[in-house]
């Protein structure tokens, strides 16, 4: 199925923009990509699987998920950053 196909992301990208939408499911697409790539605790799942998970479990640990994937897009983007010039 379509990613933008799964009813949890219709509901989703239905409450926002289309610009914002297209950024937002861009961007989770690219974090299913990521979890699947290091084998991630949520690799395999679909959104709704994703969404189903986080009702059951109540926990943290999508957001821990989420917030190690932010973690290494900044640390990517930081390590492309010109350096300025040493002043020696």
């Not at 395999?44 to 479990?57: E, T, V, Y």
């Amino acid at each position: 199925m379509e990613f933008e196909n799964y009813p949890t992301i219709k509901k989703w990208l239905s409450r926002v923009g289309e610009n914002t939408g297209r950024s937002y499911r861009d961007h989770l697409r690219l974090f299913f990509k990521w979890e699947a790539k290091n084998n991630g605790p949520f690799s395999g799942m679909n959104p709704d699987q994703l969404i189903q998970h986080q009702k059951d479990n109540r926990e943290y640990d999508i957001l821990d998920e989420v917030q190690l994937y932010i973690s290494e897009l900044r640390a990517r983007a930081a390590s492309r950053r010109p350096r300025p010039p040493s002043s020696s």
